[in-house]
């Protein structure tokens, strides 16, 4: 019942730009968030918002380049890609719960979706 559904990651150059969405079902979250994951690392956070919208938060990685945004008519979670580098390369995942005003651990996180790959080249 509950489902997190990640889409519109793909290949894109070096300094282009993506969005990616994530669409929730099942319930409502308060909280949604992006962490990424990239080859032989450890899975970090990106970026979070709050239900409202008004409250947001990026890691230092991405901050200006990236932009969280949603649309709760929708149940749905967008990021903004732009000004991509090559160590932006992940699999990100979307993460939602309900116990906080900004999801930004790992631990905080109820559900989780698939993923979807976003590859920069060069």
């Known amino acids: 019942q509950v489902q997190l559904v990640e889409s519109g990651g793909g290949l894109v150059q070096a300094g282009g730009s993506l969005r990616i969405s994530c669409a929730a079902s099942?319930?409502?979250?308060?909280?949604i968030s992006w962490f990424r994951q990239a080859p032989g690392k450890e899975r970090e956070f990106v970026s979070a918002i709050s239900w409202s919208g008004r409250s947001t938060q990026y890691s230092g990685a991405v901050k200006g380049r990236f932009t969280i945004s949603r649309d709760n008519a929708k149940n749905t979670v967008y990021l903004q890609m732009n000004s991509l580098k090559p160590e932006d390369t992940a699999v990100y995942y979307c993460?939602?719960?309900?116990?906080?005003?900004?999801?930004?651990?790992?631990?905080?996180?109820?559900?989780w979706g698939q993923g979807t790959q976003v590859t920069v080249s060069s």
């Open positions: 993460a939602a719960g309900g116990g906080s005003l900004l999801l930004t651990r790992q631990y905080e996180a109820d559900y």
């Open positions: 099942g319930r409502t979250f308060y909280a």
